[in-house]
T-cell receptor, first 113, second 113 residues
Framework: RKEVEQDPGPFNVPEGATVAFNCTYSNSASQSFFWYRQDCRKEPKLLMSVYSSGNEDGRFTAQLNRASQYISLLIRDSKLSDSATYLCVVNPLGGTNAGKSTFGDGTTLTVKP | DGGITQSPKYLFRKEGQNVTLSCEQNLNHDAMYWYRQDPGQGLRLIYYSQIVNDFQKGDIAEGYSVSREKKESFPLTVTSAQKNPTAFYLC????????????FGQGTRLTVV
């Protein structure tokens, strides 16, 4: 089983739709979580961190469920420009793995007119 | 402006050659990483370094080598022992604490010809 698993894609949605991605992680000691966005043939860029209390940034909402060991990303009112691959990233607890992030394989979203 | 610079953006290698990918950062980050990404897949860790003159193997270190002689620089050499080197290579850096995200360079696309 992979340490970080994401919903298999691709997700194809019309403009204006609401779409949600889930990501599960296996290391219960994991402390920090992030969502990155990666456009085709570009580097990943941080979309948002995921806090225990959940957090929102405009149309994007991230949530963390420690009991079930998953994080989610909700995108409301999808725009064509939201089309990208979304990567779930987990930083394990410190010690010998300090600073080593674990990436999911990504979920591809295509928003269509 | 602070950031991470990878060069070259595109690199072509003949079979049996070693090539070195450059990664420089002026963010004063302690930790630096090299990832490999194949089409349709997530990022896989090759090597990482948390301090100068020290580095650790990631999940797919075979056929690669690194050095960390300066805090700002973390070059990656793809050796002839790497049997399938064609991929997108991403360098990243982060502060040393585990609570923070990584920042990526723009990547180097390596093709074996």
């Amino acid at each position: 089983r992979k340490e970080v698993e994401q919903d298999p894609g691709p997700f194809n949605v019309p403009e204006g739709a609401t779409v949600a991605f889930n990501c599960t992680y296996s290391n219960s000691a994991s402390q920090s979580f992030f969502w990155y966005r990666q456009d085709c043939r570009k580097e990943p860029k941080l979309l948002m961190s995921v806090y225990s209390s959940g957090n929102e940034d405009g149309r994007f909402t991230a949530q963390l469920n420690r009991a079930s060991q998953y994080i989610s990303l909700l995108i409301r009112d999808s725009k064509l420009s939201d089309s990208a691959t979304y990567l779930c990233v987990v930083n394990p607890l410190g010690g010998t793995n300090a600073g080593k992030s674990t990436f999911g394989d990504g979920t591809t979203l295509t928003v269509k007119p | 402006d602070g950031g991470i610079t990878q060069s070259p953006k595109y690199l072509f290698r003949k079979e049996g050659q070693n090539v070195t990918l450059s990664c420089e950062q002026n963010l004063n980050h302690d930790a630096m990483y090299w990832y490999r990404q194949d089409p349709g897949q997530g990022l896989r860790l090759i090597y990482y370094s948390q301090i100068v003159n020290d580095f650790q193997k990631g999940d797919i270190a075979e056929g690669y080598s690194v050095s960390r002689e300066k805090k700002e620089s973390f070059p990656l050499t793809v050796t002839s022992a790497q049997k399938n080197p064609t991929a997108f290579y991403l360098c990243a850096s982060s502060p040393r604490t585990y609570e923070t995200e990584a920042f990526f360079g723009q990547g180097t696309r390596l093709t074996v010809v």
